[in-house]
């Protein structure tokens, strides 16, 4: 055999559960068709700046989160500083800084929301009872995906219990919480605007144990890591190959090789076939039964599955480098924004702005930052026609416009520009049309709904945000956490 396990895919998903196996004493492989891991953690440098591929934040890294049982597991630690507030929230009427320390946190709602300081604290509250649930169920060694008639059994038993006694008369969805306790439009359009960074759909079409634990995030803490993302995957490739272990870049698998219904290998782009125990796919549940597996009859499940995440909205992200001086002294490293709330969530009234801290250095020369602003468009046909670059063009403008609700001189500012399309996003990272969702975020596909690590092959496994508990590295990193314990035992 070539390898133990052949990992497809370099992304957090993939490189965490390489690590993970490689510490374990199997022999690992990695294949990635990009140029360098990272997927949609990838940074990129242009004219001295390094930028993220999407605008994004980090948690995960404080006690028993997905990251630092990683890193404790593997003996490894990496760079990184607390931001508080970790995300700041603006809308033309308010702005939110999101605070670590509860009480802090409720005395920023209090001072932007005068009234209804009780029915705010009785939120919170049931939304941390919530994600403790999602926590527990989540982070057990034990607990894998609801996947047979015993785990069925424990996973509805243990949400009877939670929800009889956190939910005696409320609807379970974050809408009937919203309605029952939240009476001012200002906050619930800043709860749906978390609602739709996290998850690119509104709040009431979430699972509420999944929206519970995302509205939970910033309380649990947000961090910003020396170098970016890209040094988080950094550090687990050169853990694998320091644990003979290999990562392979511009390697393009083309199709899973299976022996009746169990996985035996990979064959390339260039028609080399590699043998492994086992498979392991770091992508979304429709490239992996369409394209890799190429199956053109779905079961029923897996059919109502992929249709239930097909992206409805498509990643669109300027990248700038901008003079620090052109900043507004109050803007905070990670900022969500919409500029008119009249208007519905996504588009370029919707934006997502990550911006590097001024001490770090390895992201943009002196005096100068490195900007990530992103949106999601609605979902549209994208092609590389006559009309293309005008399009781009355009979005980029509008993007830029919107901006400058925000950071008035902006357009004075900039050193450098750059734009990804949803068709960027989908060269690199193989998403259909570059779209990110989460399958365990929607209500119809979370928990025992939706897809643990195991796939219908045997050897052949799952990893990333289409399984188990959902989107985010931190999400991602406990599904490479679960799997590598049910390969394992």
């Not at 392991?280 to 109502?304: D, F, P």
Request: charged share 20%; aromatic share 8%.
């Amino acid at each position: 055999m070539d390898a133990d396990a052949i990992i497809i895919g370099a992304g957090i998903g993939g490189v965490t559960t390489g690590a993970l196996l490689a510490a374990r004493g199997l022999r690992v492989l990695i294949l990635e068709q990009g140029e360098r891991p990272g997927g949609m953690c990838a940074y990129f440098s242009r004219n001295g700046y390094v930028f993220q591929s999407v605008a994004g934040i980090y948690s995960g890294f404080e006690l028993g989160g997905g990251h630092d049982r990683v890193l404790f597991e593997l003996g490894l630690s990496i760079r990184k500083t607390a931001l508080n507030p970790g995300l700041q929230l603006i809308l033309p009427q308010h702005r939110l800084n999101l605070y670590t320390n509860r009480i802090e946190l409720l005395g920023e709602l209090e001072r932007e929301f005068p009234k209804g300081r009780a029915r705010i604290k009785s939120f919170l509250d049931v939304l941390d009872q919530l994600e403790e649930v999602f926590s527990s169920l989540s982070r057990k060694p034990a607990f894998r995906a609801p996947h047979t008639l015993a785990d069925k059994y424990s996973y509805y038993r243990k949400i009877h219990q939670v929800f009889s006694k956190t939910l005696p008369s409320y609807e379970a969805s974050p809408a009937g919480l919203l309605n029952e306790l939240i009476e001012n439009p200002g906050l619930k359009q800043a709860l749906d605007l978390l609602a739709f960074y996290y998850g690119q759909q509104p709040l009431k079409e979430c699972s509420t144990l999944y929206c519970a634990y995302l509205l939970g995030i910033p309380k649990r803490g947000i961090v910003y890591l020396k170098g970016g993302a890209q040094g988080l995957i950094d550090l687990l490739v050169d853990f694998i190959r320091k644990h003979k272990g290999e990562v392979r870049c511009s390697s393009r698998v083309d199709k899973i090789l299976k022996e009746g219904r169990r996985a035996i290998g990979v064959q390339l782009q260039d028609g080399q076939t590699l043998r492994s125990k086992y498979v392991i796919a770091n992508t979304t549940l429709e490239n992996l039964h369409l394209r890799l597996l190429g199956e053109t009859r779905l079961s029923k499940k897996i059919k109502q599955l992929t249709e239930n995440v097909s992206p409805r909205w498509l990643p669109f992200s300027v990248y700038l480098g901008l003079d620090a001086n052109v900043l507004p002294g109050e803007i905070r490293e990670n900022v969500l924004l919409t500029v008119d709330p009249e208007k519905p969530l996504g588009g370029t009234n919707t934006l997502f702005i990550s911006i590097s801290p001024a001490d770090d250095n390895t992201r943009a020369p002196q005096g100068k930052r490195a900007v990530t602003v992103s949106c999601f468009l609605p979902k549209e046909n994208w092609a590389r026609d006559d009309e293309y670059h005008q399009r781009k063009e355009r979005l980029e403008t509008a993007v830029i416009q919107s901006l400058q609700s925000l950071i008035t001189f902006v357009g004075e500012g900039i050193n450098y520009k750059e734009s990804a399309t949803p068709l960027t996003y989908e060269k690199y990272t193989l998403r259909p049309r570059g779209g990110i969702i989460s399958l365990a975020g929607t209500r119809s596909g979370f928990g025992i709904n939706g897809y643990s690590n195991y796939t219908p092959y045997k050897n052949l496994y799952l990893v990333g945000d289409s399984s188990f508990p959902g989107q985010g590295t931190n999400l991602v990193s406990i599904s490479a956490l679960n799997l590598a314990r049910i390969i394992c035992s």
